[in-house]
């Protein structure tokens, strides 16, 4: 029986394969990565996590209708069947692009032959940083749970307090940006509480929750066409949300947010306005545009960098019609499975990498219950078709046939009787939530005048 180098489970340091480092396991870097499982070539995917996150799904736990163990599989799980490819849990701090070292925290590093960086995006707070821990956007786990949790224990103390303007306050939810993750969150937890917690409490109503999304630009999701952006702020509008268009935030407290000179009291404040890439492009010291993606070739590398590519929302690569690919998870996904294929072709047969082309696959972004926007370019969806689409194609995304059914048997059973199962407070945010609770309780038996003083 003859021996395949591309079955070896472990590797040496004196391996002979080429190597491939990929740095993020996202939608690119997976894609990448299975791209080159099963070849004779050395593969690490290297991320700070050993889960792959399914981010656009990320605002159904945060509202709380999906668990994260609903959208998250383990990476080692993904690419297990690839016996050439290694999973490295690990904190990429820099780059040697001159001895092409990956150096990790703990003073660790990895040598590679190809380089690929997909390390995705951030939220960007335009300078106000500061902002994110009281504004947390939707990126990773953590976050939707904080915001999660934020949201439920505001509906608590709410419950807690005799105040009408704290309950008021208190119900309030600020969402920041009107792009797709926006425009998704603020539907969601409008439906939350009008449908999924309007039973549930005794001294407030949840029905009456205030939610306001605010975006600076005149128009809700400005990258899809006109048309679809209006029907989405109409049907924002009728599930209650108050959408402030031309509207600027200019500031962020833990009691709320100063949006165009008004100071608007929230429990909750959700940032969805703004990508920054992540810092990767210091690590090569190499051009980035504004927001911080790396310029790179039509064949996805890095100029001047030999053995460098960057995909996904790290790269600023252009289409044909020469303006930015958008930073979608169709655009990542295909980058990873070009390039994963040009590198086994230039590594095993000497191929040099051709350029890569995006295939439009539609541009979709949910608002609600029986509402969403498709965009195909010259056709277009909206309504309850658009919704059932939408829902299609994102159980098909979802990694592994356990998931697929999971959120699958979860929706139907969430559209059949309005109800979300998800709604967990963490321990530790649950005892600060009693002794806030128990200082407001105290303060409504001195009466509403003494607890006015007390807040001013």
Not at 12 to 37: E, Q
């Amino acid at each position: 029986m003859t021996h395949d180098p591309s079955d070896d489970r472990s590797f040496s340091a004196t391996d002979s394969r080429p190597h491939v480092v990929i740095v993020g396991a996202g939608f690119g870097g997976l894609a990448c990565a299975a791209r080159l499982g099963g070849k004779p070539i050395r593969v690490t995917v290297i991320d700070k996590h050993n889960y792959h996150l399914f981010v656009p799904l990320l605002y159904q736990v945060a509202t709380a209708a999906l668990s994260p163990a609903d959208i998250a599989e383990p990476i080692r799980k993904i690419l297990r069947r690839h016996r050439n490819v290694e999973v490295m849990m690990g904190e990429v701090t820099g780059v040697d692009t001159t001895t092409r070292q990956v150096r990790l925290a703990g003073g660790r590093t990895v040598g590679y032959d190809r380089l690929v960086i997909a390390t995705g995006s951030l939220y960007h707070y335009f300078g106000h940083d500061e902002w994110a821990e009281m504004a947390p956007g939707l990126k990773t786990i953590e976050d939707a749970r904080t915001i999660r949790t934020r949201l439920l224990t505001a509906f608590e103390r709410a419950e807690m307090t005799d105040d009408p303007d704290r309950q008021r306050a208190l119900m309030t939810t600020l969402v920041v940006g009107g792009g797709p993750t926006g425009v998704e969150m603020a539907g969601a937890v409008a439906e939350l509480a009008r449908f999924a917690l309007a039973r549930d409490f005794r001294r407030v109503d949840p029905r009456a929750a205030r939610v306001v999304l605010v975006e600076a630009g005149p128009r809700v999701l400005a990258g899809f066409p006109q048309e679809l952006s209006d029907y989405a702020l109409e049907a924002l509008r009728a599930k209650g949300v108050e959408v402030l268009l031309n509207h600027a935030v200019e500031r962020v407290t833990p009691e709320g947010a100063t949006v165009a000179g008004t100071f608007i009291p929230a429990g909750t404040i959700v940032w969805g306005a703004g990508i920054r890439a992540s810092i990767a492009g210091t690590w090569l010291g190499v051009e980035t545009d504004r927001a911080g993606r790396i310029k790179v070739d039509p064949d996805l590398s890095v100029p001047g960098v030999p053995g460098v590519y960057a995909l996904g929302d790290t790269a600023l690569a252009l289409g044909e019609d020469e303006k930015p690919l958008p930073g979608l998870a169709q655009v990542a996904k295909q980058q990873g499975e070009h390039l994963g294929k040009a590198l086994a072709g230039e590594l095993l047969a000497g191929r040099k990498p051709g350029p890569f082309r995006f295939r439009n696959r539609g541009n979709t972004a949910i608002v609600g219950r029986n509402a969403a926007v498709f965009d195909f370019g010259r056709r277009r969806l909206k309504g309850w078709v658009a919704w059932v689409l939408w829902a299609i194609i994102h159980v098909y995304l979802l990694v592994g046939f356990e998931k697929r059914l999971l959120v699958s048997m979860q929706w139907l059973w969430r559209y059949a009787t309005y109800q979300r199962g998800a709604r967990l407070i963490t321990r530790d945010e649950a005892a600060r939530t009693v002794e806030v609770v128990a200082n407001e309780g105290g303060a409504n038996q001195g009466g509403a005048e003494d607890q006015r003083m007390r807040r001013a």
